[in-house]
């Protein structure tokens, strides 16, 4: 893992927000190379990791979780997490009335994904209302 989390700082030292294609690109072909040569559990925990020990603002997790889903292509990897725990961390971690703009509706989306919500049977789920999320949430409160 040591391997995977020496390419995190260039990885997640970026600013989505404010991102050249070239730039972004060149990050996300390191991702793939990751990807490819360690398991998924692996780079996806070492991820998780940086996540939580090194973005300690509203927007630096913001703006991880943005990449790491662009990195990872998410839509299409098995998640190798525990959904709720992710999602409580959020919610725990960033206001969303503060910072919808820059995140609500994305993070909404990974949490159908994440979640594997049925949007179809549950037209309006709100992962922040989630129970499973809210106590998952209570744990990083305060911290």
């Known amino acids: 893992m040591n391997k995977i989390s020496a390419k995190n700082k260039y990885l997640f030292n ?3 927000f404010n991102y050249k294609d070239e730039e972004l690109d060149a990050r996300t072909d390191v ?27 509203e927007k630096e997790i913001i703006n991880c979780v943005n990449l790491i889903f662009i990195y990872s292509d998410s839509m299409t990897v098995p998640h190798p997490f525990d959904p ?6 959020l919610l725990a971690k960033v206001d969303l009335d503060k910072y919808w703009a820059e995140c609500g509706d994305f993070f909404d989306s990974v949490a159908l994904d994440v979640l594997n919500v049925d949007i179809v049977s549950d037209p ?14 209570k744990k990083y409160q305060g911290k």
Not at 84 to 89: H, L, R, V
Not at 124 to 132: L, M, Q, R, S
């Open 14 to 16: 970026y600013d989505y």
């Open 31 to 57: 991702a793939k190379e990751l990807q490819k040569k360690y398991p998924w559990k692996d780079v996806f925990e070492s991820w998780n990791g940086y996540l939580r020990d090194n973005c300690h603002t």
């Open 84 to 89: 709720y725990d992710f999602m409580g961390y």
């Open 124 to 137: 309006y789920y709100h992962y922040w209302e989630d129970p499973k999320v809210i106590e998952a949430a």
